[in-house]
T-cell receptor, first 117, second 116 residues
């Protein structure tokens, strides 16, 4: 079974500082995709960043970047220059693929991030 | 990014009634739509996957006769909670996968269902 582990249930960071959220996963696939989504208090799920497993280069999206270690099955999210609006639940979600069809996202339990002024 | 809408955003109903939730992709065609359920302070749990024009695929433990899913077009999927009971109270979220951008899912804003 595919599993996703987010070992930090809660984290806090001071505004303007950097924070890293960890995620490890288990998959037998070689080609797959990895996502980070955030869910602010409004509960709207918002795509933060995505990574294709076949790409060695870590994805970046403005203040958000990932550290993707394929062999270690690790996919951490780094938020630089944290802003108050970054306060949210963050979910790591690998995309499982089985057979020839596109599969489903598997969500971790989430990390609640609080950015403090 | 792509926009997915859900309607209604909030519904309160009496036990025994049926509730229909609509999920629409506003500016793209969605080959596949997903329905999730989220309990307070928990992660998203996939209920079912629906492909346009075919029957939905339900996850283990999800009653297909209880949660009816219809994906009539490339922009609309509906979830009907039949004969709702208080234990069905939850936050229901849909998402859609873009045709031609196969892997990324965009989420609707969710529907809060409260069954009295």
């Amino acid at each position: 079974a595919q599993t996703v582990t987010q070992s930090q249930p809660e984290m806090s960071v001071q505004e303007a500082e950097t924070v890293t959220l960890s995620c490890t996963y288990d998959t037998s696939e070689n080609n797959y995709y990895l996502f980070w989504y955030k869910q602010p208090p409004s509960r709207q799920m918002i795509l933060v960043i995505r990574q294709e497993a076949y790409k060695q280069q870590n994805a970046t999206e403005n203040r958000f970047s990932v550290n993707f270690q394929k062999a270690a099955k690790s996919f951490s999210l780094k938020i630089s220059d944290s802003q108050l609006g970054d306060t949210a639940m963050y979910f790591c979600a690998p995309l499982t693929c089985y057979g020839g069809s596109q599969g489903n996202l598997i969500f971790g339990k989430g990390t609640k991030l609080s950015v403090k002024p | 990014g792509a926009v997915v809408s859900q309607h209604p955003s909030r519904v309160i109903c009496k036990s025994g009634t049926s509730v229909k939730i609509e999920c629409r992709s506003l500016d793209f065609q969605a080959t596949t739509m997903f329905w999730y359920r989220q309990f307070p302070k928990q992660s998203l749990m996939l209920m079912a996957t629906s492909n346009e024009g075919s029957k939905a695929t339900y996850e283990q433990g999800v009653e297909k006769d209880k949660f009816l899913i219809n994906h009539a077009s490339l922009t609309l999927s509906t979830l009907t909670v039949t004969s709702a009971h208080p234990e069905d109270s939850s936050f229901y979220i849909c998402s859609a996968r873009i045709r031609g951008e196969g892997e990324t899912q965009y989420f609707g804003p969710g529907t809060r269902l409260l069954v009295l």
